[in-house]
């Protein structure tokens, strides 16, 4: 999981000679339908960005608890806001996670009356909310969200081309929104270890992609291989992780793998790390792509929309 195989330079990502991309995109071809986990190099993020989302992240989970509820997960639409240590559970073996987060979707920079984005949000629709005295975290963040969102939009085309679509196949399926950040704090877990308490429970991730920057120098991450063995995806400096998930599985039938990972953090020291979800709009039918059914491969999951099911995992991962 950390060979240089692993890793996958983002330079040519949006080259303007076509057959330059499509190198690439075979390279990420090999990733999805063999690990569903890659790293990536050079992908446009600047250091200082990365940096000032994080330190506002050490920030806001710093703050006492009863500041963190005012922004409690469970009183707002659809997931936006702050989950306290233990409230959510991925993996319905455990007994809940051990970390904090703090749950953002689209939004502009600069507020707009109608924002169009956010209003065809449907069934995920929900304002943020944010802390109403910690100066700049609001715009760290999202500058943050932002720049991500875009590495996400030139991600789009590459994973298109690797499946032998039109490079802009995904385009009038990602108009929207549909992107949900989280921000993750993991307290340090001392002690014996009981497995039914870990930081992240086994799960996949619910949307097409996932981009994830992981707190340097800390293992945490593991991803399961095709032998049922839990191997450590360690954080690499310079690198962003990026994974497949349900969505992509839906879409290609289960030719792009969405594997399961969780992150337990025995460091003995804070953690962080900044997940970034991307779906299709939320309005938009998860339907197998054709080239990726056959007589021998028919249609493995019935058809909804990426709203619901995004919607219906979050129910079922934050119990309510
Ligand atoms: O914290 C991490 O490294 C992984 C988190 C994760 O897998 C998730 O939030 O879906
Ligand atoms: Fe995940």
Same mark, same amino acid.
């Given at each position: 999981?950390?060979?240089?195989?692993?890793?996958?330079?983002?330079? !040519?990502?949006?080259?303007?000679?076509?057959?330059?991309?499509?190198?690439?995109?075979?390279?990420?071809?090999?990733? =999805?339908?063999?690990?569903?986990?890659?790293?990536?190099?050079?992908?446009? #993020?600047?250091?200082?960005? *990365?940096?000032?989302?994080?330190?506002?992240?050490? #920030?806001?989970?710093?703050?006492?608890?009863?500041?963190?509820?005012?922004?409690?997960?469970?009183?707002?639409?659809?997931?936006?806001?702050?989950?306290?240590?233990?409230?959510? !559970?991925?993996?319905?073996?455990?007994?809940?996670?051990?970390?904090?987060?703090?749950?953002? $979707?689209?939004?502009?920079?600069?507020?707009?009356?109608?924002?169009?984005?956010?209003?065809?949000? $449907?069934?995920?629709?929900?304002?943020?909310?944010?802390?109403?005295?910690?100066?700049?975290?609001?715009?760290?963040?999202?500058?943050?969200?932002?720049?991500?969102?875009? &590495?996400?939009?030139?991600?789009?085309?590459?994973?298109?081309?690797?499946?032998?679509?039109?490079?802009?196949?995904?385009?009038?399926?990602?108009?929207?929104?549909?992107? #949900?950040?989280?921000?993750?704090?993991?307290?340090?877990?001392?002690?014996?270890?009981?497995?039914?308490?870990?930081?992240?429970?086994?799960?996949?991730?619910?949307? =097409?992609?996932?981009?994830?920057?992981?707190?340097?120098?800390?293992?945490?991450?593991?991803?399961?291989?095709?032998?049922?063995?839990?191997?450590?995806?360690?954080?690499?400096? $310079?690198?962003?992780?990026?994974?497949?998930?349900?969505?992509?599985?839906?879409?290609?039938?289960? *030719?792009?793998?969405?594997?399961?990972?969780?992150?337990? !953090?025995?460091?003995?020291?804070?953690?962080?790390?900044?997940?970034?979800?991307?779906?299709?709009?939320?309005?938009?039918? &998860?339907?197998? #792509?054709?080239? =990726?059914?056959?007589?021998?491969?028919?249609?493995?999951?019935?058809?909804?929309?990426? $709203?619901?099911?995004?919607?219906?995992? &979050?129910?079922?991962?934050?119990?309510?």
């Amino acid at each position: 999981m950390h060979t240089d195989s692993d890793h996958r330079d983002l330079q !040519n990502v949006s080259h303007s000679d076509m057959s330059i991309r499509k190198d690439l995109a075979k390279q990420i071809r090999d990733a =999805c339908i063999n690990v569903g986990f890659l790293y990536v190099t050079n992908h446009g #993020i600047p250091e200082i960005v *990365i940096k000032r989302a994080v330190s506002a992240s050490q #920030i806001f989970f710093a703050l006492p608890p009863e500041k963190k509820l005012e922004l409690d997960i469970r009183e707002t639409p659809n997931f936006k806001g702050y989950t306290p240590l233990l409230s959510s !559970n991925l993996d319905p073996e455990n007994a809940g996670d051990m970390h904090e987060g703090f749950e953002i $979707g689209w939004e502009e920079m600069v507020p707009k009356v109608n924002d169009e984005k956010r209003v065809n949000d $449907g069934a995920m629709a929900g304002a943020n909310v944010w802390p109403g005295d910690l100066p700049g975290f609001r715009e760290d963040v999202l500058t943050y969200y932002h720049a991500a969102v875009e &590495l996400g939009r030139k991600l789009f085309p590459l994973f298109a081309l690797a499946l032998d679509l039109d490079y802009d196949f995904f385009e009038d399926k990602t108009k929207n929104s549909a992107a #949900i950040m989280n921000m993750l704090y993991y307290p340090p877990q001392t002690g014996p270890v009981n497995d039914k308490v870990i930081g992240t429970g086994a799960h996949t991730d619910f949307e =097409c992609f996932t981009i994830l920057w992981q707190e340097p120098g800390i293992q945490a991450l593991q991803v399961l291989n095709t032998q049922k063995q839990w191997v450590d995806a360690p954080p690499i400096p $310079g690198t962003l992780v990026v994974n497949i998930g349900d969505q992509f599985a839906r879409w290609t039938n289960d *030719i792009f793998k969405s594997t399961v990972h969780r992150a337990t !953090n025995r460091s003995g020291v804070q953690r962080y790390s900044i997940p970034l979800f991307f779906g299709t709009d939320y309005d938009v039918k &998860l339907e197998p #792509i054709p080239s =990726c059914v056959s007589e021998g491969h028919p249609p493995k999951y019935e058809v909804v929309t990426a $709203g619901d099911y995004v919607k219906g995992r &979050l129910k079922a991962a934050y119990g309510h």
